[in-house]
């Protein structure tokens, strides 16, 4: 009996141990990953390409839903890096405000990080 009972604490320690960190929307937070220029899809020549970070492992991020009073939950593996320029294909750490929605000229991701510090892990 109380083999089993340890095992079932392995295993909800281990259930816990892998879900995703969960963020609001406008919390400070820093995520590593690797960042890759991402062309305009849109038709204007005029527009800048969008930074995103290709994040090591996924975060979880709340979001007012449209039209409900509740909030939606989402598993994200990539943001847009909002005000800064990464060495392409760089492991980076960026340490930014969360920011969900249309946050640019460019909409890239839904989910973005408003960069206050960045930091080239390894890379160009």
Do not use: F, H
């Not at 005000?83 to 839904?110: H, M």
């Amino acid at each position: 009996m109380i083999a089993k009972a340890c095992a079932w604490v392995l295993v909800l320690m281990a259930g816990s141990a892998v879900a995703a960190p969960c963020y609001n929307d406008g919390d400070v937070v820093m995520l590593e990953g690797t960042a890759a220029r991402q062309a305009s899809r849109e038709g204007d020549a005029s527009a800048k390409a969008a930074w995103v970070l290709s994040l090591s492992s996924p975060i979880c991020v709340l979001s007012a839903s449209a039209g409900q009073s509740g909030r939606q939950q989402s598993n994200v593996s990539a943001v847009q890096i909002i005000d800064a320029t990464p060495p392409e294909n760089a492991r980076v750490q960026l340490t930014g405000k969360l920011v969900t929605g249309n946050v640019s000229s460019y909409y890239a991701v839904p989910t973005a990080i408003w960069v206050l510090k960045q930091r080239v892990l390894s890379g160009q």
